[in-house]
């Protein structure tokens, strides 16, 4: 195995290993809020984010490994802002404690959390996607299925906060 494609299988398999305990964490969460009488809104892009989200990492291993490895300084930077991704999304997740969840479930009568990183931005978990997705491109020097992958998503996520907006009152 090359080294390119050594530092994009590790980084994707971490990746992906890092979404599935995110997954188990969000159906814990979906059920309890589900009993609590949380209510989804129509129209969501969901179905098609949980295809797309991970796809895009795949692709990204994909390029890296044909392309990769990144320049040392690129790999550190995509490490970094990978890593600033990461403990933004954590930091969402805490302050939402319960509520969070991939899918958009409103409790309703419950005020929306102001706290974290909610205190500053609507949308930090989508901020910190951009970041996972931004990290990974450079980390395993992924330019085109980074760039691409991320307007993707990026639509994808545009849409979703339409519908969370709406969902909230926001709208």
Known sequence: M????AVAVFAVAGVLAI?????VLSLVNEASLRRQGAV????????????????????????GALTGPSPGLVAVA?????????????WAITSLGGRWSFRVLVLPG??????????????????AIVGEIVGVALIVWAPVSGALGLAAF???MWRRIQVEDRALGRQ
Do not use: C
């Not at 989804?40 to 895009?56: A, L, S, T």
């Not at 995509?78 to 954590?90: H, M, Q, R, S, T």
């Open 154 to 156: 990026g639509w994808l």
């Open 19 to 23: 979404m599935a305990g995110e997954l």
């Open 2 to 5: 090359t080294t390119a494609a």
């Open 78 to 90: 995509g490490l970094v802002v990978f890593g600033l991704g990461k403990a933004l999304k954590l």
């Open 110 to 127: 419950h005020p929306l959390v102001a706290s974290g990183p909610y205190r500053y931005l609507h949308h930090p978990n989508y901020v």
């Open 40 to 63: 989804e809104p129509p129209d969501d892009v969901f179905q098609i984010m949980r295809v797309v989200y991970p796809g895009v990492f795949v692709l990204m291993a994909v390029e």
